[in-house]
């Protein structure tokens, strides 16, 4: 009863975020913790509290194996498909980095047993706490980034806005790209077929080695696709993602249409664009669209690491309290 009772407070509280505004980072852990309590108490349902407990317990290895073998295998096969196909680049480093890291930390469990120590089995153990926090955030927001991005759009936007991501060869749309502008192309019939005009904004200056700005390319690609000329203006001065947010409001402001807006942008990149939309005042939604398979892995990492480091005090102050349980627990016992 009591799973149940705390899965019921923590969904209710996930219905409560959204409702007030979808766009919530804390959306996700409590949708999160509701999936674990509500599990628990299903588990519950069937079995005696002394098999209950066996399976909570037997979790841990049950998981191990994944982490051990499947998970940091697929990571760092993923992170030498990222390092091929996309450069050497440190973002692309995140998947391979990550895969090496778990190996590296059950490696260090195994040696802090073995050996007995009780510096290295502290250490071990205040490293764990950490990656456990990590870990339970990182489940949380590919877990809320899948609901988000499936959450039905409120009707009647005022403007779509596509957010560049570079251009190739100087001035041709990237698969990348083309998939953004691809989806706002068709958010844009389909608003049309209800009656309504939304203006499009191509976001995106002019970065080095391209011929021209982003927005201009784009904006040439969309009309291609049948988006009049007319419908489309073109924002080519930003250079990051909240330069895009902020140019492309100012720019709504200057042509006298309402703000109301939905951000058009990749799927990995949605969550993240909607709590910096957020927390810019902007009164937007963030669509995303289909991304290759082998980006995702490293570009959900790189997302995540941006959001852990846009919260870094509480994060640190989180990390820093886990980290020195184990410490404290030891002196306790002398």
Not at 51 to 77: D, N
Not at 247 to 256: E, I, R, V
Not at 287 to 295: C, E, L
Request: glycine share 10%; hydrophobic share 55%; net charge positive.
């Amino acid at each position: 009863m009591l799973f149940l009772v705390l899965g019921v407070i923590a969904l209710c509280l996930f219905a409560v975020g959204v409702a007030r505004d979808r766009r919530r980072l804390g959306n996700g852990v409590y949708l999160l913790f509701a999936v674990v309590f509500l599990g628990l108490w299903a588990q519950a349902a069937t079995t005696e509290v002394s098999e209950l407990l066996g399976f909570i317990a037997a979790i841990p290895l049950l998981i191990s194996p994944l982490l051990v073998l499947a998970l940091p295998g697929f990571l760092i096969a993923n992170g030498l498909t990222m390092l091929r196909r996309e450069g050497r680049r440190p973002a692309n480093l995140l998947s391979l980095a990550a895969g090496v890291g778990i190996i590296g930390l059950f490696a260090l469990l195994i040696v802090a047993v073995l050996s007995r120590s009780a510096w290295l089995i502290t250490v071990a153990g205040s490293l764990s706490l950490v990656v456990g926090y990590v870990a339970f955030l990182f489940t949380s927001f590919l877990l809320y980034s899948f609901v988000y991005g499936r959450m039905t759009l409120r009707k009647g936007m005022d403007a779509i806005v596509v957010l560049g991501s570079g251009l190739v060869g100087g001035s041709r749309v990237p698969p990348l790209l083309a998939s953004r502008l691809d989806r706002a192309a068709r958010l844009h019939g389909a608003e049309n077929g209800a009656g309504r005009d939304p203006l499009v904004i191509t976001s995106g200056g002019q970065g080095p080695g391209e011929d021209v700005p982003e927005a201009v390319a784009m904006a040439g690609y969309l009309v291609q696709r049948g988006v009049p000329e007319e419908r489309i203006a073109r924002e080519d001065r930003s250079t990051t993602t909240q330069e895009n947010l902020l140019f492309s409001k100012a720019l709504l402001d200057d042509l006298g249409v309402d703000s109301r807006m939905v951000v058009v942008t990749n799927n990995f990149h949605v969550l993240r664009t909607a709590v910096l939309t957020r927390r810019l005042g902007l009164r937007a939604e963030v669509v995303g669209s289909p991304t290759a398979r082998y980006f995702l892995p490293s570009a959900m990492l790189r997302e995540f690491t941006a959001l852990f480091v846009q919260y870094r005090t509480v994060n640190a102050v989180m990390c820093t309290g886990l980290a020195a349980i184990q410490p404290l627990v030891l002196l306790a016992a002398r």
